[in-house]
């Protein structure tokens, strides 16, 4: 839009209406505080002001308009009937104008004018959205690196711990099998098993980001018992942590449609993280069911809880919630691959958690009439 300001009413009126004629939007000032106000307001492409306006003149709103920050694109030219010398021409460009045109204006040439500076404020604006846009990339980017690093020097970290406990094991084998003390041999070989499923599990999971990342997360999808497969984790999660009860409420008796496996590691990240996140508590529950054609699995703990704004990103990759996060060892990609795999069910994955009080996590993932009755 263009904003016209004299203090003259028929020139403002002929002035419009030959812009108006020519598609231009314009917007009019008799005064340079009327002016002010509407830059104040409104956005516009270009101002023309008249120079000659008592109170404030043309070079003074332009040398204010000039100061507003929400007008630093807008070109101004000036009218003026009078002042042709020099020294009127140079304050002019000197208060802000890009231009100074003397009455009697010849309209074509105003017209070539005013069609320059919209193709001139055009192609800054886009070049302003590209630079916004560049710098957006360039913080993601950096961010993304930095969370890459801190995420390696995690990684190796959670790797190297189970990998020390090995060696010291198999130290300790060796010396207990010298001794000929069969019963050492087996605690230690039994902790080392530990520590080396702790290892693979780790593993496992960075091969599976780095198959989310490529697309390469496949699925075995099958009919399964789904109260089957629960039971089978409480027991196995039961032997790890023998002081941790899991209370299973409810039952599916259904076979579910999935991909058991992937299935399986989901309900076990929610155990595992409700065990961890939960020093000092000693129970679980497992609420399970099957309504409406929809499964819904959920873990609820009464541990530390979460904030709301932690609760927004626990799905992300590579979150961690940094107060605990060296309180309590982890990667922070578990529930983030949890959540692609219910995804890729066609589910949904969630948390409701009070901070001090305790998370639920749970799952639902719609059921096809077909699951048969087990
Ligand atoms: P990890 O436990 O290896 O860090 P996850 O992806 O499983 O990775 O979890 C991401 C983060 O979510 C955890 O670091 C923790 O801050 C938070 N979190 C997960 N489960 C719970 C829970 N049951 N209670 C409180 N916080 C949790």
Known sequence: MILLVDDTP???????????????????????????????????????????MPEMDGFEVAEVISGYSKAKETA???????????????????????????????????LLKIKTFYRIYEQNRKLSEIQTALLAEIEFRKEAEQKKDEFISIASHELKTPLTSVKGYIQLL???LKKGDIDLVKSHLSKAQIQLEKLNGLIADLLDISKIESGKLKFNKQYFDFDHLLDGIIEVIHQSNPDFKIVKNGRVNAKIFGDEMRIEQVVVNFLTNAIKYSPGTGEALMNVSL???????????????????????????????????????????GLYISSEIIKRHGGHINVQSVYGEGSEFYFTIPVEQLSAEV
């Not at 021409?89 to 045109?101: E, P, R, W």
Request: hydrophobic share 40%; proline share 2%; net charge neutral.
């Open 291 to 333: 309504k409406n054609n929809e499964l819904y699995l959920g873990v609820k703990d009464y541990g530390i809880g979460m904030q709301p704004d932690q609760i927004k990103r626990v799905f992300e990759k590579f979150y961690r919630v940094e107060e605990t996060s060296h309180r309590f060892q982890g990667l922070g990609i």
């Open 76 to 110: 101004i030219i000036f009218l003026s009937a009078a002042n042709t010398e020099f020294r009127f021409i140079a304050k002019g460009y000197s208060s802000g104008g890009l231009d100074y045109i003397t009455k009697p204006v010849d309209i074509n040439i105003l």
């Open 174 to 176: 060796e010396r207990g």
């Open 10 to 52: 028929e020139n403002l009126i002929s002035l419009k209406n030959v812009l108006e004629k020519h598609g231009f939007e314009v917007d009019t000032a008799n005064s340079g505080e009327e002016a002010l106000k509407k830059v104040l307001k409104n956005s516009y492409v270009l101002i023309i002001l008249d120079v000659q």
